[in-house]
């Protein structure tokens, strides 16, 4: 194990007691893979936190973008893995290995460097337990300002949303099928309207 999966399931551990990572459970198709012993399960996600892209977004809903620009922070891979994503290069694993110091310093600076109107985290299911402790550790100290955007396709599981309970101040959520036969045919996800439609109630609740 390298110097960077020992710090993030270092820190990992400290928030939970046990790493969610180590028998995964963090997306409804609930592999229980280990990832902390570099097994993957469909996300294709190790342990340890993979930014593909931290930079201003215009092309999000007018409100969250304003005349600043939104906060985006896309994540490397994904548990839905649709047919169509437009963003195959990040579900493949593009992108680059973070710690959490790391990660903290690339939402400051989208805050305090680029004058982000929000930090938009884009499709981290895979990813909370290593982003919930930076979010908080920022929140508690006041060091962050700026509202917290969970950008998602509602494919999350109750432990996910519950990593991240107190941490959002906007769910954006999509809801990309009512068919589970377009869901299972497009998105390999045949159960996906029952399990959104059960977290877009736990996001509103």
Sequence with gaps: MNEVHQKVNDSVRGFQGESPYAACRLCPRACGVNREAG???????????????AALHWWEEPCLVGDKGSGAVFFSHCPLRCVYCQNRELVAGSGIEVTSSQFKGTLLRLQNEEHA??????????YVPSIAPVLRELREGDALKIPVV??????????ALQLMEGLVDVYLADFKYASAFEAGRLSHAPHYPEVALAAIDAMVS
Excluded: E, K, M
């Design 39 to 53: 097994q993957v399960g469909v996300c294709g996600a190790s342990s340890v936190l993979r930014l593909g892209r």
């Design 117 to 126: 109107a929000n930090i938009n985290l884009v499709t981290p299911t895979h």
């Design 150 to 159: 969970y950008n998602t396709s509602s494919f999350d599981s109750p432990l």
